[in-house]
């Protein structure tokens, strides 16, 4: 299909290694988000990205993460000596801006667990 | 700080009757509002939103009612089916940029 794709779909690490996760967003969509979901906690917004461009990183929990998106399309989001508390579910979204509706498409998630 | 609440964890209704899922915002800022509906294992989907401009918006079985002056938004969702069952997000943003999500309240369909 044609919707958000993320990988990998789970990723199990041990405390202080790096990782990436990738978000292919639907072709043609413009804006890019990033989400975090703890246990038992809402979608806590990452940051957000207008073609390259990251306007908002207000919500990235600290330095150790960054995210890139090249070409306006493939994003991938970093974590750097990753600890326990980063275990979750890492959502990405993709929507088209300008329309009349702005919905967001999301990925199914990489569900992170940090050993 | 926590700008979109959804106090309700969890909902239960019966099959045939009315759900409704309520949402609380603190930002005046906001103008748009979106419901979210999320199975296990599958990100969440759009189901309905609405603009600052509006009180209320239908679709089908679903309508989002706006209360500006409370800050308040809610899901409406008749009648209520088994499939229905999933946990709902609302949203909020101004802008179109940051969107801000509440905590989700699962609804519970018995057939």
């Known amino acids: 299909g044609a919707g958000v794709s993320q990988s990998p779909s789970n990723k199990v690490t041990e405390k202080g290694k790096d990782v990436e996760l990738r978000c292919d967003p639907i072709?043609?969509?413009?804006?890019l988000y990033w989400y975090r979901q703890s246990l038992g906690q809402g979608l806590e917004f990452l940051i957000y990205f207008q073609g390259n461009s990251a306007p908002d990183k207000s919500g990235l929990p600290s330095d150790r993460f960054s995210a890139e998106r090249t070409g306006g399309s493939v994003s991938t989001l970093t974590i750097q000596r990753t600890q326990q508390e980063d275990s979750a579910v890492y959502l990405c979204a993709s929507s088209h801006q300008g329309g009349p509706a702005v919905e967001q498409f999301f990925g199914p998630g990489t569900r992170l667990t940090v050993l | 700080d926590q700008q979109v609440k959804q106090n309700s964890p969890s909902l239960s209704v019966q099959e045939g009757r009315i759900s409704i899922l309520n949402c609380d915002y603190t930002?005046?800022?906001?103008?748009?509002f979106l419901w979210y509906k999320k199975y296990p294992a599958e990100g969440p989907t759009f189901l309905i939103s609405?603009?600052?401009?509006?009180d209320k918006n239908e679709d089908g079985r679903f309508t989002v009612f706006l209360n500006k002056s409370a800050k308040h938004l809610s899901l409406h969702i008749v009648p209520s089916q088994p499939g229905d069952s999933a946990v709902y997000f609302c949203?909020?943003?101004?802008?179109?940029?940051?969107?801000?999500f509440g905590s989700g309240t699962k609804l519970n369909v018995k057939p």
């Open positions: 930002n005046s800022m906001f103008d748009y």
């Open positions: 609405i603009s600052s401009i509006k």
């Open positions: 949203a909020a943003s101004y802008n179109f940029n940051k969107f801000y």
């Open positions: 072709s043609g969509h413009t804006a």
